[in-house]
Structures are given as structure tokens and as C-alpha cells.
């Protein structure tokens, strides 16, 4: 029997937070929940006030970058370098912050750190790690990661781009598309078929023959730079090739960096769409009630909290697992296909509840549930993520 004491404790205070219903909080460690807080309180300061006209514009504010980089958010999960070299929640909760802002903010941290820096990191030469690496982290240089082509995306081992030798030199053809920070990039790791197979390469801007295209007219992650790149007879010396990258498994480890941060960032989104439409549903009168008294509206916050809160209890336990070095890749899609399509659902649901107001940039809403069918598209669909899913059930390879 319990005493009366012991009684009293197991009553839990009133909730801290009603959107962090499981007290997911808890889950942190203090350096976790301090660097959320540092982050969270920096994008209030400088970019929330800002982030719908960008959007708006399709403007990605370049001098965010070395702010970003003082921060330590750049490459923050590497070690050495430049970079903050911290652990995988602590990333994942920085990406949850930067995305509850907005998923091009996020998709710009994400490719920096996890796609062009992680590239760099994970299998280049110790003099590209030197050359590249401290500006990178410190936002003095922007890279981008170009595997995607026109005319090959969920299925990468058809690419066209052709590295072919020349004496002790490359020769670049070929063209990348959907590249995020390409237009802004000062260097991009270039994934390219070759007589050896796949390998990557790092072509600086400058290069003659490299030329890059900004893709106009998305209504997706206007606030991020998306680009076209176009390589015509661009000569490389060998030195520019990743050394240690050999094969396709080298561009989709990368991958599966840079989806780690999604799953965070996603349910950064669904949270910020479901804090504003609590505190509408509880501002709007409609038959002289706040709309948040009616059952219906409760229903749908109901299994929204429920679907959020469950969406981070997953990327916390996916991070720990990574922090022990123990996440298999499949786990990963299980983590990306649930959280970004509970996040779309999520941002969708709750833009009904703002009626006409939620299809007005003026709040978010609508501006994350665009954003979130680029986020549902890229880094593996969901139904590539669904294929990975099922082969690892049951050992079959449904792709093609
Ligand atoms: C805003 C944005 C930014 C991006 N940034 C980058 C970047 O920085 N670097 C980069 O390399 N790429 C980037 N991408 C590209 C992205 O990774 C690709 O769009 C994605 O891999 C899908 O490729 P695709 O668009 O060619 O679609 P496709 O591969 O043509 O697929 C079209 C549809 O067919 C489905 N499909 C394909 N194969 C199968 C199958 N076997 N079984 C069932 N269904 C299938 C897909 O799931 C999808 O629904 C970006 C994309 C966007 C939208």
C-alpha cells in the first residue's frame, strides 16, 4: 500500500506545456534543451518577424549564414573543423526549432551541414576537409548537394553526369536539378557516373563550365534557393575528387544524414501549426462560443497533439538510437515517411480550423503545409521510404 505521501507524489503539477502532452521535455538533457531554447530564442529575434515576406518574395536572407554559423548549427553534428560536434537529439532539436520557422530555413541547415559538409567530412581528402570545412561551419561559404537529375530522382544509380579522366584530370558533363543552395553555392559535391562507378566530386563555383539556373514559380520552400546545374566540359584535377567515396552507398549515406534532421524538422512544423490554431480556435467566435469549445474542433486537436507527441517520442528514441550508433537505415524511413506525413496531415488540419484567415499568408499554416510537399518529395518520397519499409519486412525489392 502506498502511503499518503507516496500519493502525493504521483501526482503529476498542472502541464508545463499543453502541446508537449507526453512531457517529451523530459526526454532531454539539459545541454539538449538549452541549445532548443538558444536556437528557438534567435529565430524569434531575426527571422520569425521576417519569414512570411521572404516566403512571400522567395527570398533566402544569404546573410542569415554567418549568424547560423556562430550559432554552431552548421555542420553541428561533426566533429573537428570548425564544427559544434554535438549529439544527434541536440541537432534533431536545433532542425525542430529552424523548421517550426520555416522548412527552407531548415532545408538550408540541412544541406549545409548534413549533405555538403558531411560529404566533405565522411570521405574527403584531409587537405578538402581543411579547405572547405572551417568556412562551411562558419557560414563564410555555402555548399549544396547535387545528385538528383533531370530525369532521374528516386532512382540515382540511372545518372547521366559523366566524369570521365583526361590525363590526370576529369572532364564534368551533365546537368543536376532540384538543387538546394545551388544558386548561392560556393562549392557543390557533385555526384557523377564514371568508368569506376559512382563517385563524388567537389566543383567550386568559379569552375569554367559550371553554371547554375534558379528554378522560378515554386510555391514550396519559397523561402530556399533551388537551382538547376549545368556542367559543360568542366575540367577537375583529381585532387577535387571525394577519395574516399566509392560507389552509390557514399551519396545515400549522405542521405540518410540529412533525413535524420527532417524527421525533427518536421514535427517542428506540426507544432508550430498546431500552437497557432489552439490559440485562433481560442480568439474566433462563431455561435457565441470560442470555436475551440465545439467537439468537433477538440476532436481534431485531439488527434493532432496525439499524432505530434507521438511523432517526437519517435525522432527521440530514432536520435538516441544514432547516438549509439545503432539506427538502421530503414528506421530512418520509418522515422521520415511518419513524422513529414503526420506533419502534412497536421498543418492541412489545421489550416481548416482558421477557415478563410487559413489560406492567408498572414499566418503559417498554409505557408508549412506548402512547404511540407517538398519535404514529402525530397530526401526519398514516401513511397520509396514505404518500398525500403517493406523490403525490410519481408526481404523482398519491390522498386522496380
Ligand atoms: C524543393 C526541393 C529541393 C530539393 N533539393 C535537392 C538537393 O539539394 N539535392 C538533390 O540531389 N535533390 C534535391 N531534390 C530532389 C529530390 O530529392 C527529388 O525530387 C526526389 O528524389 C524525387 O525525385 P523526382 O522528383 O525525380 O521524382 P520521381 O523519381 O520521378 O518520382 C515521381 C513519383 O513516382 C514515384 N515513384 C518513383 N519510383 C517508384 C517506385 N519504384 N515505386 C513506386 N513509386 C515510385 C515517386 O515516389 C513519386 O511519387 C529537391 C527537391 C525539391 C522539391
Redesign the pocket.
Known amino acids: 500500500m502506498s502511503s499518503a505521501g507516496g500519493a502525493a507524489k504521483e501526482t503529476p503539477g498542472p502541464m508545463k506545456d499543453p502541446l508537449d502532452l507526453l512531457d517529451t521535455t523530459s526526454l532531454l538533457t539539459g545541454e539538449e534543451r538549452d541549445i532548443k531554447a538558444t536556437v528557438a530564442r534567435f529565430l524569434a529575434d531575426r527571422v520569425r518577424p521576417h519569414i512570411a515576406g521572404w516566403f512571400e518574395d522567395a527570398h533566402f536572407p544569404r546573410e542569415l549564414a554567418p549568424e547560423l554559423g556562430r550559432l554552431g548549427l552548421l555542420g553541428m553534428h561533426l566533429e573537428g573543423y570548425g564544427c559544434a560536434g554535438t549529439g544527434a537529439v541536440a541537432y534533431g532539436m536545433a532542425c525542430l526549432e529552424l523548421e517550426a520557422v520555416d522548412s527552407g530555413l531548415r532545408?538550408f541547415v540541412s544541406?549545409q551541414g548534413s549533405?555538403a559538409m558531411f560529404s566533405i567530412w565522411r570521405y574527403g581528402s584531409e587537405e578538402q576537409k581543411q579547405q572547405w570545412l572551417p568556412r562551411l561551419a562558419a557560414g563564410e561559404a555555402i555548399g549544396?548537394?547535387?545528385?538528383?537529375e533531370p530525369?532521374?530522382?528516386?532512382?540515382?544509380a540511372g545518372m547521366r553526369t559523366r566524369a570521365v579522366r583526361d590525363g590526370g584530370d576529369w572532364i564534368l558533363d551533365g546537368a543536376?536539378?532540384?538543387?538546394?543552395?545551388?544558386g548561392i553555392a560556393d562549392v557543390a559535391t557533385v555526384w557523377a557516373a564514371t568508368e569506376e562507378g559512382v563517385r563524388g566530386f567537389l566543383v567550386p563555383r568559379a569552375a569554367p563550365g559550371f553554371s547554375t539556373r534558379d528554378i522560378e514559380r515554386?510555391l514550396?520552400?519559397r523561402a530556399?534557393v533551388?537551382s538547376e546545374l549545368v556542367f559543360d566540359g568542366v575540367r577537375l584535377p583529381d585532387s577535387a575528387r571525394l577519395p574516399d567515396a566509392r560507389g552509390l552507398g557514399a551519396p545515400l549515406s549522405c542521405l540518410n544524414e540529412a533525413r535524420f534532421g527532417i524527421m525533427f524538422g518536421a514535427v517542428g512544423a506540426a507544432r508550430d501549426c498546431l500552437q497557432t490554431a489552439l490559440a485562433y480556435a481560442d480568439a474566433r467566435i462563431q455561435f457565441d462560443q470560442p470555436i475551440s469549445a465545439f467537439q468537433l474542433t477538440q476532436r481534431k486537436f485531439a488527434d493532432m497533439a496525439v499524432s505530434l507527441n507521438t511523432a517526437m517520442l519517435l525522432a527521440v528514441h530514432l536520435g538516441r538510437l544514432k547516438e549509439q550508433h545503432r539506427i538502421r537505415p530503414e528506421q530512418i524511413s520509418v522515422g521520415k515517411l511518419n513524422n513529414v506525413r503526420e506533419a502534412v496531415a497536421i498543418a492541412r488540419e489545421c489550416r481548416t480550423v482558421l477557415g478563410a484567415n487559413g489560406v492567408s499568408l498572414d499566418y503559417s499554416p498554409i505557408r508549412h503545409a506548402n512547404n511540407l510537399e517538398?519535404v514529402l518529395?525530397?530526401?526519398?518520397?514516401?513511397?520509396?521510404h514505404t518500398?525500403v519499409i517493406g523490403q525490410a519486412l519481408t526481404g523482398r525489392a519491390?522498386?522496380?
Open positions: 532545408s544541406v549533405l549544396c548537394f547535387g545528385l538528383t530525369d532521374f530522382g528516386s532512382n540515382p543536376k536539378m532540384w538543387i538546394t543552395n545551388g515554386k514550396s520552400l530556399s533551388t517538398s518529395t525530397y530526401e526519398g518520397t514516401s513511397e520509396i518500398l519491390a522498386f522496380t
